[in-house]
């Protein structure tokens, strides 16, 4: 496409230099430098206030009356973009109201951004405090023994894996509980991590258990 609807631009920065740019939004571009997503140059010297705007043109026309624009002197860059050979219009009225504008929706933009932020970093702590609670919570809560008693009731498979477990310090192995059971490497393992959901025992190495 081909439409007219392109203009350059020139705003003063805060340490009174000139920036030339092309846009076919104008407003949401001079939005973007105050709030700095702007052009690099611009980032560091804000806020930036209109200084001159030309006729509407093709993109094409733009970028090539941008350059031009740019190779010449500060002093003249405005008087240059305002030529009536060039058909450039400048109202000084309409550029006062246009920055005063700006500088609104920037402050709002600004705003925005800060809430955004604040409320993610809410979010972030909430979650982090939430997930210390739960550790904490699971951490004081007491592996429960199971009392041995000596009579002649029958030991179910559970008990008797956990008697072994108790009765070591160090903790054991499915190898040792495999050998001192008689149990196969499978049911071994559901037994522990049943237990180990519960409470009852805990990780003392890897692949090791202890009460």
Known sequence: MNEKKWVVYLVRCTD????????????????????????????????????????????????????RIKQMPADIKIAELTKEENEMTIYKKDLQALNKEIKVLSRKMEKLIKEFD???????????????????????????KLPVKRGTAKLTATNKVLRIIIGRKRGVDVATLRKKTGFDDRKITNILQRAFRAGKIKR???GIYGA
């Open 118 to 144: 604040k409320s993610q970093k809410i979010k972030v702590a909430k979650k982090v405090t939430t997930k210390s609670i739960k550790a904490k919570t699971i951490n004081r809560i007491p592996a429960k």
């Open 16 to 67: 009174k230099s000139l920036y030339c740019g092309i846009s076919n939004d104008l407003k949401s571009r001079l939005i973007e430098h105050n709030s700095g997503r702007g052009a690099r140059y611009t980032k560091s010297r804000r806020p930036v206030e209109l200084a001159g705007i030309s006729s509407e043109m093709t993109k094409s026309e733009a970028l090539k009356f941008e350059y």
């Open 204 to 206: 003392v190495g890897r």
